[in-house]
C-alpha cells in the first residue's frame, strides 16, 4: 500500500537539453490532472490501459489555448517507479513548451516537487532501499560507463544484500546472547557469551573492512583517476594525450578556472576513467617541467593517482630524465618507451636499473604499436589483476564510507570491551550500534531528518 500524498510534478529531462523534455507527474491524482489539461476529441487517459503511450495535446482549460502537441505515458500505481500513478507528457516544442506544460499541470492541481522528491517517494512507498536511492543519484552523475555500472549494480542491490546479510549476522549473534544471558545453567556462560561475541565482532569487522578497501578504487571511479602526463619536450607527450583522448572519445569537460581556464579531460581506457591532469599545461607549453620547475612540478604531481612517463628511446637518456624518474618514484607509474619506430639510442639495461622493469611499454604513435599494451597495463594497474570482475560490490558514497568506519570503531569496542573483562551486557550495547550504524546504509534504521537531507541532494524531477 502506497502512503497517502499529494500529487508533484515536474520537468524531469536536463534542462536545456535536446528538443524534446518529459513533464513527470507522480500522486493519486496524476491521471485527473492530466485529463483536465490533455485533449484529443473526447478521450479521457483515466480510462486508458496502465503503461500505454497516448498522442494529443496540451491545452489551457480555461483559455482554450493550445501549448502543445505531446505524446503522453500513464502508468498506473503500483508497478511503477513512485508506486504511485505516474504520468509522464513528452512535449516536443523545446524549453519553452516545457515550461508552459509544467506550469499548467502545476495550476490544475498538482504541486511542483522538490528535488528527488520522485525518488523520496520511492524510497517511502518501499520501492528502492536508500543505498539504491543512493545510487540513483549517482547514475545521474556518473561519468564514465564504469561507473555507470558500479552505480547500476548498486542499484541492483549488491550493496544493500551484503549489508543485510552482515546485519543479521550480528542480530543472530545478540539473540544467542539474549538466550545465554536469559538461561545461565552452566557455569562458563558468560565466558562462553564473551567468546562468541568477539568472534563475531572480528569476523564482521573483517568483512566491512573488505568493503572499505573498495572505497577508494570506488571514488577514482566516480571522479576519474588523476593522471599526469609527464617527460622532456617533444618526446611525443602531447601525441600521446591526443591518441587517447581520440581512440577513447574522450569526455572533455572545460572548467572555467578562477585564473585561467582550466581543462580537464576524462578518458575511459577499458573502463577505467583518467581524469588527465594539467593538460592543459602539456598542449600550451609543450612541457610542464620546463614551465614551472622540478620543484613545483613535484608538487604538481602530488595530486597525482597515475604517472605516464613518457621517454624518447631515439635519444639516450638525459639528466633531465633522471630527475623525472626521481620525482615520480613514489607514485604508481607507467613508463612509456616512445618512438620506437626509429633507431634506438636509449640504453635499456640502463633504465631497467632505474625502474620497475615491469612498468616498461614500448610505443610508437606513429605506427600505433604498443597502445592497447599501454591500455592493459592502465587497466591492470587500476584492478590489481582484477580487471573484468565487474561485478564486484563496491562503496563510493561518502555517506556510506563514514558509517562503514563508524562501525569498525564499533566492533573494536566490542572486541576491546570483552578483552578488558567488560560486563556482557555492556558489550552488547557496542554490537548493536554496529548494527544501527550498518542498517543506516539500507535505510532500515534512519531518522527523518537524514532523508530529507538525502533526497534534497536530487536533481529536481527524479
Ligand atoms: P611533446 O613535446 O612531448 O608533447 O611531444 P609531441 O607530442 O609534441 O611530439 C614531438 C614530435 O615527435 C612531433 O613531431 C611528433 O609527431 C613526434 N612523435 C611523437 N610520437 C612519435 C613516435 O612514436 N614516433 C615518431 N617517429 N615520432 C613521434
Ligand atoms: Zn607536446
Known amino acids: 500500500m502506497a502512503i497517502e500524498f499529494d500529487t508533484i510534478a515536474a520537468i524531469s529531462t536536463p ?27 473526447k478521450k479521457t487517459l483515466k480510462n486508458q490501459k496502465t503503461h500505454t503511450i497516448h498522442y494529443g495535446h496540451i491545452v489551457n482549460p480555461k483559455t482554450e489555448e493550445q501549448i502543445d502537441e505531446v505524446m503522453v505515458t500513464i502508468m498506473k500505481a503500483p508497478k511503477t517507479y513512485t508506486r504511485e500513478d505516474i504520468v509522464e507528457i513528452n512535449t516536443h516544442g523545446g524549453v519553452l513548451a516545457v515550461n508552459q506544460v509544467l506550469q499548467t499541470v502545476l495550476h490544475n492541481g498538482a504541486r511542483l516537487a522538490e528535488p528527488g522528491e520522485f525518488t523520496k517517494r520511492a524510497f517511502l512507498n518501499g520501492r528502492i532501499d536508500l543505498s539504491q536511492a543512493e545510487a540513483v543519484m549517482d547514475v545521474i552523475r556518473a561519468k564514465t560507463d564504469k561507473a555507470m555500472h558500479m552505480a547500476v ?52 569487522k573483517e568483512q566491512v573492512k573488505e568493503l572499505l578497501e573498495t572505497a577508494s578504487q570506488g571514488k577514482i571511479l566516480r571522479e576519474g583517476l588523476a593522471t599526469a ?30 585564473t585561467r581556464d582550466v581543462v580537464e579531460e576524462y578518458v575511459s581506457v577499458k573502463g577505467v576513467p583518467l581524469r588527465l591532469i594539467d593538460t592543459a599545461g602539456i598542449r600550451e607549453t609543450e612541457d610542464i617541467v620546463e614551465r614551472i620547475g622540478v620543484e613545483r612540478s613535484r608538487k604538481a604531481l602530488a595530486e597525482a593517482d597515475l604517472i605516464l612517463l613518457v621517454f624518447n628511446q631515439n635519444e639516450p637518456l638525459t639528466e633531465e630524465d633522471k630527475l ?25 639495461e640502463e633504465l631497467k636499473k632505474l625502474v620497475n ?14 597502445l592497447n599494451d599501454l591500455e592493459a597495463k592502465i587497466a591492470d594497474l587500476f584492478f590489481s589483476g582484477k580487471t573484468g570482475e565487474r561485478d564486484a560490490t563496491y562503496v563510493s558514497n561518502i555517506r556510506h564510507i563514514a558509517l562503514l568506519n563508524e562501525a569498525v570503531d564499533a566492533f573494536d569496542d566490542v572486541i576491546e570491551g570483552i578483552e578488558t573483562g567488560m560486563p556482557v551486557d555492556l558489550v552488547q550495547i557496542d554490537m548493536t550500534r554496529a548494527w544501527d550504524l550498518l542498517g543506516e546504509i539500507t535505510g532500515d534504521s534512519v531518522q ?15
Open 15 to 41: 534542462p536545456g537539453e535536446g528538443g524534446i523534455g518529459i513533464v513527470r507527474i507522480s500522486g493519486d491524482e496524476a491521471l485527473d490532472i492530466a485529463d483536465r489539461v490533455y485533449q484529443l476529441g
Open 153 to 204: 549494480t548498486q542499484l541492483d542491490g549488491n550493496l544493500s544484500r551484503l549489508i543485510r546479510n552482515l546485519r543479521q549476522e550480528i542480530l543472530n549473534t545478540l539473540a544467542q546472547v539474549e538466550v545465554n544471558i536469559d538461561y545461565p545453567e552452566y557455569d562458563d556462560v558468560e565466558e562462553m557469551t564473551s567468546q562468541l561475541l568477539v568472534e563475531k565482532a572480528k569476523q564482521v
Open 229 to 258: 602526463i609527464i617527460g622532456r619536450p617533444n618526446v611525443g607527450k602531447s601525441s600521446l594525450l591526443n591518441v587517447l583522448i581520440k581512440e577513447e572519445k574522450a569526455i572533455v569537460t572545460e572548467i572555467a578556472g578562477t
Open 324 to 348: 623525472l624518474i626521481q620525482a615520480t618514484d613514489e607514485h604508481h607509474r607507467i613508463i612509456i618507451l616512445n618512438k620506437m619506430d626509429l633507431e634506438n639510442h636509449l640504453d635499456l
Open 357 to 370: 622493469p615491469e612498468s616498461i611499454i614500448p610505443t610508437s604513435i606513429v605506427t600505433q604499436d604498443g
Open 448 to 462: 527523518d531528518e537524514l532523508i530529507t537531507q538525502l533526497f534534497s541532494q536530487f536533481c529536481l524531477g527524479k
